[in-house]
């Protein structure tokens, strides 16, 4: 080959490579990467990867890298501490209600309220992502939970029992319960969060008799020890120990226990957060048909409701320098193309909080129980820590005390209401 036709070659060579060089690196500038903070855990980490793998598919100038965070007081402080240093992640994943309202969403969080997606956002959620100026800075992700009492359908099948809807009802369930040589209420003490549910599962009751209770409970206003209708979750919690329903264990039995017990038919009824659905799913499968739901009964069957314990918000940062493809990557995951992500990686064990998210038609017993409180005809309201940001962090404690027939509930609540004042004195709330 001629000298002077071998350099035209290598020359047209070098510009073809210049020409894809220069290409692939517009093509790499024009992709945008969204960094997405969310807790720690095998059911966090599942759930991101799963909205980023199908958002990626549908925006392919958008990648989503997923970092994680430590859950509890640890997490809390790093997700204040890289906002107030302007070095959160584009988007990221944290609690509703209380704790949101302790990260200043008007300053640290970007303005959701225009977003057209926001129609479709059930209003129960809306009000637990709300700032103080009335602007909504967040999108649900997850599922919402009730807090209530699971119960063993092969027992209430056996015995011949109804679902009860007052207090007075489910006692009487229990005392048949007892007197079939069945443990009727499941405590697991060991583990102290546990014990918390009478108190926190009854604020829908309280809230129908009291409906400024939430307000007034923040101003420093109303009390559980002086409050009828609050005093009684306390007032239950003693009454199924008093009248020796619980289980022998429930000072050293765990969590874990509980399930247990639950699912198989040794005990019928245990008070719990409905995300112990999964738990049962994946522990005791052959049994998840047996294990159903409903709301923590009150004093009037006609007011029946659910407590709810509400999703996480989905969060992006003032911060972000990507604001835009932030949004799109939210409005993908409040839509039902968002859930459906999600039920494929973790299953449902609750209501989705966007209209439209449609659930699989073989969700679990505990789960169809769950659903009816959530629709156009149900009775559900949020928890009181997504009402009020006070929580006092004694609570298990106390319960624990109560539930044991250490100290009576009068007492207890007395003791909780300390306790709560020290917390909102910490949150610097007037009235304390």
């Known amino acids: ?50 909205l980023a793998k ?8 958008i990648k989503v890298d997923i970092d994680t965070r430590p859950g509890g007081a640890e997490g809390d402080n790093l997700i204040k501490t890289r906002l107030a240093t302007g070095e959160m992640s584009d988007i990221f994943q944290y609690n509703s209600g209380s704790l949101f309202q302790a990260i200043n969403p008007q300053q640290n969080l ?11 956002v ?11 100026d009335g602007t909504q800075r967040g999108a649900p992700i997850g599922t919402g939970m009730g807090g209530g009492i699971y119960y063993n359908k092969k027992i209430y099948s056996d015995l011949g029992l109804s ?36 108190v926190l ?17 923040t101003g420093n206003q109303a009390k559980f020890a002086t409050s009828p209708a609050a005093l009684k979750g306390f007032e239950h ?49 052959e049994h998840l048909g047996d294990v159903g739901f409903f709301a923590m009964p009150g004093d009037d069957a006609t007011k029946n409701g659910l407590t709810v314990w509400m999703p996480d918000g989905l969060y992006i940062a003032g911060s972000s320098e990507h604001a835009d493809a932030a949004k799109k990557f939210v409005a993908f995951v409040a839509s039902p193309a968002g859930c459906e992500a999600q039920t494929a990686a973790l299953g449902v064990t609750g209501p989705y909080m966007v209209k439209g998210c449609a659930l699989p038609t073989d969700v679990p017993p505990a789960v169809a129980d769950l659903l ?13 820590e997504f009402v009020s940001p006070v929580k006092g962090p004694s609570l298990e404690q106390i319960t624990v005390e109560v539930g044991s027939g250490i100290r009576p509930p009068a007492d207890g609540a007395a003791l909780y209401d300390e306790d709560v004042k020290k917390q909102a004195q910490q949150l610097g709330l007037p009235g304390w």
């Open 237 to 285: 919690q003693a009454e199924v120990f008093k009248d020796g329903y619980l289980n022998e264990d429930f000072g050293a039995a765990t969590y874990d226990d509980g399930l247990r017990k639950l699912a198989t038919g040794e005990g019928a009824h245990y008070p719990m957060l409905t995300f112990a659905t999964g738990a049962i799913k994946t522990t005791y499968p």
């Open 54 to 61: 199908a958002f990626e598919a549908a925006n392919p100038d």
């Open 110 to 120: 970007v303005d959701l309220s225009g977003e057209p997606w926001q129609a479709d």
């Open 372 to 384: 009816p409180y959530f629709g156009e005809n149900g009775a559900a309201s949020p928890a009181l």
């Open 122 to 132: 059930q209003d129960i959620f809306k009000k637990v992502v709300t700032a103080p």
């Open 163 to 198: 679902i009860p809807k007052t207090w007075a009802e489910f006692m009487a369930n229990n005392a048949k319960i007892k007197a079939a040589g069945k443990v009727a209420v499941i405590q697991t003490f060991k583990d102290t969060w546990t014990s918390q549910l009478f």
């Open 201 to 217: 599962g009854d604020f829908y009751n309280v809230n129908a008799a009291e409906p400024d209770f939430a307000t007034k409970f």
């Open 1 to 50: 080959m001629p000298r002077s036709k071998n350099w035209s070659v290598l020359a047209g060579f070098a510009a073809g490579l210049t020409v894809m060089t220069a290409l692939s690196g517009s093509a790499f500038a024009d992709t945008t990467t969204l960094t997405f903070l969310v807790p720690s855990g095998e059911e966090n980490v599942a759930r991101a990867q799963s």
